[in-house]
């Protein structure tokens, strides 16, 4: 204590405090702590109060402190401090001395089985006495026992530890008792010396090399050389409070003890799956070159978009690092590459995948990372909606072609033996075409859009292809491979073509008069030798004849038996000409010819010695003969083919119905007064032989016609008698 100092507290105090540190020096408040070279520290005990406040004088720097939370500048601690040093030193006293008559408290820990006990003591010069009761009561005068001098932290204890006073120290308050015991200077273990420390001992988990793999192992940390109960562990000179093990009971099974072994290829799963996890609650120390390396990365969802026929395919894939180094397969993280792996981090995976989820909006589950779904129709549009907004990456455009464009419009295409119909949609300006073959079977199948080519979906035009899809689908059944229509259906086409309002494309225009049964047929020129009048109807079959045979067309003369066949089949024959019919009626024809066409030459294609002559107007055979020498008649160019009672060729699989087929004629001509007997398919066999491709193939025709029609299906059977209609003629008596 210098005299500067004395001084410069005389004079900062105040005459009150003054005289109250007066007073606590009479009374001996004032206890020596501890005196260093520059540093005194004094505890002065006031009446009445529990806690003794800590004086400290700073020699060097003529300076003080006090604890009492005064705001004087000199409290009477700090003045009854000076006085008593000054005083003690005057009068050779030892305010330091062992005798000192204020004890302090001690606190000594003992090993009990199941941990550590605790005892309070006060400590008067070497005498220890137990504490048995609380300070308050001691201090009060209330409980007989030592005096002694308390300070905040003694308090604090003794509110930590409540009514458990002495023994085993309850589990729960060790680490806060451990931390409250670091302020106090008189702490022993076992009669030992130690110090506290709050700082925990924790667990560590090791990796190491172990048979060509790793072990995981948690252990304690190392410097703790002796622990107590779980709770606590003495380290060197110094108690501390061990780590609450944060790990589950899944990770205390499998890492504590032994610890884990991994294989060698579990390397990957462990730096970035098991260790991070490990990592975010325990020190990890590594004793091995062996890992692969990590980084920390971010998840990233990207999701890959490509198209699959008409559907839309989407992958989501989670990803680490842009560009990836890593993604997440089944759960799995899968490398990319060579490079440092990532650290995973499950919370933010399972975040972006909820995002997804969610921003697809699609079935909740089913939408994963590395699977792949598709979605067609419908579902693909509005998916691809959503793509748009994704928040992600997108890896592919091809979503866009997955929009709604306006519905399609139909216009027929071609004319002079082409034929298609062109659908399309109006896409910001630009057509977009839709395959006609892909619209029918749309709209067969009940489906409501359609791809189209150069992107987009648009809906169908069901109106439309409700009043003339069967016909379209028709004329596109008839299409030859070369892409042609036989002309057997340009009548056909060109009423599509008038239905629709469309102009007629000018080489259908000379087909006009054969549209329809009530137009009007021009009348055609009779033959100069004709020897014989004709009746009215006679007369409009011959017209009708005349008018096919100069449009190209054949002809099915189907007029009730008695009605004259055979005079207007003459009248309508030109050129160079082939009668087929049988025996029975041959020479019946040979004599009409020479009668009503006197000006016509004949020739009987007949018996053993038969030879085509090749001047002759008029060839007659018979059918047994077409059979026998199909060769020779099919190799024959006629101008006119004449198939009477034509019948005979109703069965398609005959050889007498094959080479009729095969002959060739620009005009064919089939007469008949029963042209379908039993099966409609003997239709199909005479108009095969008159006009070819007007009713398609035989297979096509029974699915389309023939079995339709015997289920008595009414609209088919009048779309049959539309077609033939101007190919067949059929009066009854
Ligand atoms: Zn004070």
Redesign the pocket.
């Known amino acids: 204590m210098t005299d500067e100092l004395f001084q410069s507290i005389r004079s900062a105090a105040s005459s009150h405090a003054w005289s109250r540190a007066v007073e606590l020096v009479r009374a001996d408040a004032v206890a020596g702590e501890r005196q260093e070279e520059n540093e005194i520290v004094v505890r002065?005990a006031t009446r009445g109060d529990l806690i003794s406040?800590t004086?400290t004088l700073f020699l060097d720097d003529e300076d003080w402190d006090?604890?009492?939370?005064?705001s004087?500048d000199v409290?009477?601690?700090?003045a009854a401090a000076a006085i008593a040093l000054r005083r003690a030193s005057s009068q050779r006293q030892d305010l330091f001395s062992r005798g000192a008559s204020h004890g302090r408290i001690g606190y000594r820990f003992s090993r009990e089985a199941g941990g550590l006990a605790l005892e309070r003591v006060v400590v008067t010069g070497d005498e220890e006495t137990l504490l048995t009761t609380t300070l308050v009561a001691v201090a009060s005068g209330r409980v007989e026992g030592p005096r002694f001098l308390a300070t905040r932290a003694d308090l604090s204890i003794e509110q930590t530890l409540g009514s458990k006073r002495r023994g085993r120290v309850p589990r729960g308050i060790l680490p806060t008792l451990l931390r409250q015991l670091a302020e106090c200077p008189d702490v022993k273990l076992d009669a030992e010396p130690v110090v506290t420390s709050a700082a925990e001992v924790g667990f560590v988990a090791l990796v190491e090399d172990d048979d060509g793999g790793f072990r995981v192992r948690v252990a304690r940390d190392d410097s703790a050389a002796e622990s107590f109960d779980n709770v606590a562990a003495l380290c060197g000179k110094t108690l501390r409070p061990l780590q609450t093990t944060r790990l589950t009971g899944r990770e205390i099974e499998d890492f504590t003890r032994n610890g884990k072994h991994f294989a060698a290829d579990e390397a990957v799963r462990l730096v970035t799956d098991i260790l991070p996890a490990l990592a975010e609650r325990i020190p990890i120390e590594v004793r091995t070159k062996r890992l692969p390396t990590t980084v920390r990365e971010q998840p990233r969802l990207e999701i890959e978009v490509s198209r699959n026929g008409e559907a839309l395919s989407v992958l989501p894939i989670l990803v680490y690092g842009d560009p990836p180094i890593a993604r997440i397969d089944a759960g799995r993280l899968t490398p990319l590459g060579d490079g440092p792996l990532p650290r995973r981090d499950e919370a933010a995976e399972e975040i972006l995948i909820r995002r997804l989820q969610h921003e697809l909006a699609l079935l909740p589950g089913r939408l994963l990372p590395g699977r792949r779904f598709e979605v067609s129709g419908e579902a693909a549009i509005t998916v691809a909606e959503q793509l748009e907004r994704f928040s992600g990456k997108l890896r592919g455009s091809v979503h866009k072609q997955f929009f709604r464009a306006p519905q399609l419009e139909a216009r027929l295409r071609g004319g002079d033996g082409r034929f298609d119909v062109v659908f399309s949609s109006d896409v910001d300006g630009t057509p977009h075409h839709a395959s006609s073959r892909r619209v029918l079977a749309a709209w067969r199948a009940g489906e409501s859009l359609v791809p189209l080519e150069g992107g987009g979906f648009a809906t169908l035009p069901t109106d439309w292809l409700t009043r003339f899809g069967d016909r379209i689908a028709d004329l596109l059944a008839a299409k030859q491979a070369t892409g042609d229509l036989p002309r057997a259906i340009l009548p056909e086409l060109a009423r599509l073509y008038q239905d629709l309002d469309q102009p007629l494309p000018p080489s259908l225009k000379g087909l006009g008069s054969l549209l329809d049964a009530d137009g009007e047929i021009p009348q055609a020129s009779l033959p100069e030798d004709l020897s014989a009048s004709l009746r009215g109807y006679q007369r409009r079959g011959v017209d009708w004849l005349c008018a096919l045979r100069d449009a190209g067309f054949g002809a099915l003369l189907a007029d009730d038996m008695g009605l004259g066949k055979t005079i207007q089949a003459l009248c309508a024959l030109r050129g160079r000409t082939l009668v087929v019919a049988p025996t029975s009626v041959l020479f019946n024809w040979r004599n009409e010819i020479e009668r009503f066409r006197p000006g016509l030459t004949t020739s009987t294609y007949h018996g053993p010695s038969r030879r085509l002559d090749p001047d002759a107007d008029v060839t007659l055979t018979t059918y047994a003969l077409l059979r026998i020498d199909a060769e020779i008649l099919c190799a024959e160019h006629w101008d006119t083919v004449i198939l009477d009672e034509a019948q005979k060729i109703k069965n398609p699989d005959s050889q007498v119905a094959r080479a009729a087929y095969r002959l060739q004629a620009d005009f064919p001509m089939a007469l008949t007064g029963t042209p379908v007997e039993n099966r409609l398919e003997e239709l199909w066999s005479q108009i095969h032989f008159t006009q070819r491709g007007l009713l398609g193939g035989r297979r096509d025709f029974n699915e389309r016609y023939e079995r339709p029609i015997g289920e008595g299906d009414a609209q088919v059977t009048a779309r049959l008698r539309a077609r033939i209609a101007p190919f067949v003629l059929r009066r009854l008596k």
Not at 66 to 70: A, K, L, Y
Not at 75 to 78: L, P, Q, S
């Open positions: 002065v406040p004086v006090c604890d009492c939370g005064t004087e409290c009477e601690h700090v």
